[in-house]
T-cell receptor, first 110, second 113 residues
Framework: GQQVMQIPQYQHVQEGEDFTTYCNSS?????IQWYKQRPGGHPVFLIQ?????EVKKQKRLTFQFGEAKKNSSLHITATQTTDVGTYFC??????????FGKGTLLTVNP | SQTIHQWPATLVQPVGSPLSLECTVE??????LYWYRQAAGRGLQLLFY??????ISSEVPQNLSASRPQDRQFILSSKKLLLSDSGFYLC????????????FGEGSWLTVV
């Protein structure tokens, strides 16, 4: 079955440093989504990427979808304490089911 | 606008007791509905999904069951809880079939003692 691997599992940064999490799928994806879960909260949808090579930005967050539509990344520039949480990628394959990566827990030292 | 409600928010149950978590979605029709569990490892494990009333698919063998008695109601149950059932349970929905985005409820923390 479809598998989505996400690295790193944990990342601790100093406030102001950049952060990147990577997502790789065992199969070609129709789209990839990113979610953020704050500590004690529930996952909240951030963005969806559909096209090969697509790049989208949300303020300090940059999302990329690979040319082969099998990998993706989320990059945060100049992290802030409000960025703390777990970031999940989720890949949608040929059926309607979404497969989540295990997430990257980001902690930020002020 | 669409909303999802899940309850109870927290519960502590003894081993061997039954479980019922309930979830309702408002503002949409015929949604796909999901139950996820998030254990200590932080990953989201899909337990059940449903594409319509009475249609339940189980992703992993386990001590739990799900039912969808109405279009926008999804229930997670167990007849006898195990310690390993402890975790954070999330109900979620997406648009039927074309379902791109998954919208999560606020979750239920279950501790089995």
């Amino acid at each position: 079955g479809q598998q989505v691997m996400q690295i790193p599992q944990y990342q601790h940064v100093q406030e102001g440093e950049d952060f990147t999490t990577y997502c790789n799928s065992s199969t070609t994806l129709s789209n990839i989504q990113w979610y953020k879960q704050r500590p004690g909260g529930h996952p909240v949808f951030l963005i969806q990427l559909v096209k090969s090579g697509e790049v989208k930005k949300q303020k300090r967050l940059t999302f990329q979808f690979g040319e082969a539509k099998k990998n993706s990344s989320l990059h945060i520039t100049a992290t802030q304490t409000t960025d703390v949480g777990t970031y999940f990628c989720a890949g949608r394959g040929s059926n309607y089911k979404l497969t989540f990566g295990k997430g990257t827990l980001l902690t930020v030292n002020p | 606008s669409q909303t999802i409600h899940q309850w109870p928010a927290t519960l502590v149950q003894p081993v061997g007791s039954p479980l019922s978590l309930e979830c309702t979605v408002e503002g949409t029709s015929n949604p796909n509905l999901y139950w996820y569990r998030q254990a200590a490892g932080r990953g989201l494990q899909l337990l059940f999904y449903s594409v319509g009333i009475g249609q339940i698919s189980s992703e992993v063998p386990q001590n739990l069951s799900a039912s969808r008695p109405q279009d926008r109601q999804f229930i997670l149950s167990s007849k006898k809880l195990l310690l390993s059932d402890s975790g954070f349970y999330l109900c979620a929905w997406s648009v039927e079939r074309t379902g791109n985005t998954i919208y999560f409820g606020e979750g239920s923390w279950l501790t089995v003692v």
